[in-house]
């Protein structure tokens, strides 16, 4: 069985964007998952943040829904919270730009690699 990857500050920035506003802009799951997670890994981890998100009352636009199954225990709540909460004071277009510059390099870093 393969070892779980953990997120990084960049995935959780763009899965705090898909949370806030929905995947499409960012071109999609594929596009977040920058470290080859699991199938289903970044979808759980944006329905995690949207679960917190409603929780601490922060309006968001996205058609994402929250966790409603025993995953979304008390115990299992705002992992990550300390990088996606100031992410949720920022505008919408701050978060973009931050996030098409996370994109940008990850496909030079890519390419760089061959």
């Not at 949207?50 to 929250?66: G, H, L, Y």
Request: charged content about 25%; some cysteine; hydrophobic content about 40%.
């Amino acid at each position: 069985m393969p070892s779980k990857v953990e997120f990084t500050e960049e995935e959780y920035v763009l899965c705090t964007y898909a949370a806030l506003y929905g995947d499409e802009e960012l071109g999609g799951l594929v596009a977040i998952n920058l470290n080859k997670h699991a199938a289903n890994a970044v979808k759980i981890k944006i329905c995690n943040i949207v679960t917190d998100m409603d929780e601490q009352s922060i309006p968001r636009a996205s058609k994402w829904n929250p966790l409603t199954s025993s995953t979304a225990s008390a115990n299992a709540r705002l992992v990550g919270w300390e990088i996606v909460e100031p992410l949720t004071q920022i505008t919408r277009d701050e978060l973009l730009k931050r996030c098409v510059r996370i994109r940008q390099e990850n496909i030079a870093k890519k390419f760089a690699a061959l």
